[in-house]
T-cell receptor, first 116, second 113 residues
Framework: NAGVTQTPKFQVLKTGQSMTLQCAQD?????MYWYRQDPGMGLRLIYY???????DKGEVPNGYNVSRLNKREFSLRLESAAPSQTSVYFC???????????????FGPGTRLTVL | AQSVTQPDIHITVSEGASLELRCNYS??????LFWYVQSPGQGLQLLLK??????LVQGIKGFEAEFKRSQSSFNLRKPSVHWSDAAEYFC???????????FGKGTRLSVIA
């Protein structure tokens, strides 16, 4: 099992450019999440999908959109990148078919995004 | 809504010394509590979790944590720190099935010889 995979690992954009960060999990998890990590700020939730077909805003959704393409894949799109979106982005997944609160949340390796 | 506070931003310990990282949570019901570790340039890895039963839980890499309901705390401990333990540590609280975990801001651990 690969767990949670993310592409790309690194990306440099110019202000105003768009891009999509890809995330996939092979653990048959129901829930998937996108976080951003900035120095001193910890992990902040951008969007999440509690199950296939649903998405919800997290703490910092402005400037982002998401798509839960199927149970495996959850993408994050920046329509018009801004320097404030320079960050490390982590995708995570959690919860099998029983979906218990005790389920572990698994993280991908992250995407380092720089917006110039 | 739940929240997590990690009071210490950065801690430095000597190799072989004991370690305690503090975590306080706010949540009305019985929480699900987690500790994760992040090595430089890596994703987050689960160290241990608590949801019920024995309040002292054992994790990987020799870590343990104790849940104290009266203090709303879930502190992480290790009796003897190794240089490879230098990393950032995150405490998290969960409310229930398939809901997002809420993370603290993290504690960076440095280990000196």
């Amino acid at each position: 099992n690969a767990g949670v995979t993310q592409t790309p690992k690194f990306q440099v954009l110019k202000t105003g450019q768009s891009m999509t960060l890809q995330c996939a999990q092979d653990m048959n998890h129901n829930s998937m999440y996108w976080y951003r990590q900035d120095p001193g700020m910890g992990l902040r939730l951008i969007y999440y999908s509690a199950s296939e077909g649903t998405t919800d805003k997290g703490e910092v959704p402005n400037g982002y959109n998401v798509s839960r393409l199927n149970k495996r894949e959850f993408s994050l799109r920046l329509e018009s990148a801004a320097p404030s979106q320079t960050s490390v982005y982590f995708c995570a997944s959690r919860g099998g078919s029983a979906g218990r609160g005790t389920d572990t949340q698994y993280f991908g390796p992250g995407t380092r995004l720089t917006v110039l | 809504a739940q929240s997590v506070t990690q009071p210490d931003i950065h801690i430095t310990v000597s190799e072989g010394a004991s370690l305690e990282l503090r975590c306080n949570y706010s949540y009305g019901a019985t929480p699900y509590l987690f500790w994760y570790v992040q090595s430089p340039g890596q994703g987050l890895q689960l160290l241990l979790k608590y949801f019920s039963g024995d309040t002292l839980v054992q994790g990987i890499k020799g870590f343990e944590a104790e849940f104290k309901r009266s203090q709303s705390s879930f502190n992480l401990r290790k009796p003897s720190v190794h240089w490879s333990d230098a990393a950032e540590y995150f405490c998290a609280v969960g409310a229930g099935r398939n809901t997002p975990l809420v993370f603290g801001k993290g504690t960076r651990l440095s280990v000196i010889a």
